[in-house]
């Protein structure tokens, strides 16, 4: 293929509506589903939302308590399994054991995903770069790589959770925002080579969800709060862990290629490309973006700092 090959705007446009349906659809009764994250939040929503539409559900969190409480509310066909995605080798292990308990494996959500502490790029430590992208990006690989196989077998369906993250702006939360596109990447990927093998695949992008990890985020963190009013109406509007959840459910049922909740989000995904140079733009002259920065910069070198006395301490006692 080359660029002559490719469609005109002309011919993209009327394509639009028959973009965001899938194929066919999915029946989840009978079918397993494995979701990681399924401890808490929008993966634990959806946990019960495939139960309750009649799926075996395979409960993969690295909290594995959190794991079983899931399970365990959703009867004898779930099935909890403690497990870190950052560990391919446990992963591994992880999908073949859903597979030996249940003969198949019809579904797989790769929702787990953890948040940075605010910081830019010049101020980050390297090793929380590393987690986030272990966890969100590398995570992502490893859950769904190994339960390829079963799902080509099955014709069933991949949902891989991005966000809205993989499109907005970034500053002090660089590492969430550049996994979140890389997997919108991956998405993309994986539904193209899926489709030559008769399965499907689709990427669910979130706004702001009303979960543990917003709260830890935006609300219990004094500059978190300040990015948050960052945001313009309509786009700093919450969803629920259950709204978050049905967007991915109906998704799965119609193999969509993409979701996203909430609604508001969607002339920005669609317009994005035009969107970002005005609004980075505008980003990198506004006041109240610059006071935020270094704001940031400053708590995370007074931390350092206040870090350093307590480590030379340790090493002189260890002397």
Do not use: C
């Amino acid at each position: 293929m080359n660029l002559a090959d490719l469609p005109s705007l002309r011919e993209l446009l009327p394509a639009l509506p028959a973009a965001f349906r899938g194929a066919d659809t999915l029946d989840p009764r009978g079918k397993v589903v494995l979701i990681t994250g399924a401890g808490a939040g929008i993966g634990r929503a959806l946990a019960e939302d495939m139960s309750a539409r009649g799926a075996s559900v395979a409960v993969l969190d690295i909290d594995g308590s959190a794991a079983t409480a899931t399970a365990n509310t959703l009867g004898e066909n779930a099935f909890a399994i403690p497990a870190d995605v950052a560990d391919r080798a446990a992963m591994r292990e992880a999908v073949a054991r859903v597979h030996a308990r249940f003969g198949r494996i019809d579904v797989v959500v790769a929702n787990a995903g953890v948040v940075p502490e605010p910081a830019t790029i010049a101020t980050m430590d390297p090793a929380e770069f590393d987690r986030v992208v272990a966890v969100n990006l590398v995570g992502v690989f490893n859950t769904v790589h190994p339960a390829l196989p079963h799902v080509i077998d099955a014709g069933g369906h991949v949902v891989v959770v991005s966000s809205a993250a993989a499109f907005a702006p970034g500053m002090a939360g660089s590492p969430y925002m550049t996994t979140k596109a890389a997997v919108e990447q991956f998405g993309r990927a994986l539904r193209v080579e899926l489709a030559a093998v008769g399965a499907t695949a689709g990427v669910a992008y979130f706004g702001i969800v009303d979960t543990a990890m917003t709260h830890g985020t935006l609300d219990d963190d004094e500059l978190g709060r300040a990015v948050g009013r960052l945001l313009p109406w309509p786009l700093n509007r919450r969803i629920t862990a259950r709204e978050a959840a049905a967007s991915v459910a109906e998704g799965i049922v119609r193999r969509a290629p993409r979701t996203i909740a909430p609604a508001q989000w969607e002339p920005y995904a669609l317009l994005r490309g035009a969107i970002n140079v005005v609004l980075d733009d505008r980003l990198t002259r506004d006041p109240a973006v610059r006071e935020v920065i270094h704001r940031v910069e400053a708590r995370v070198r007074a931390a350092r700092a206040a870090d350093q006395p307590r480590e030379h301490g340790s090493q002189r006692a260890r002397g």
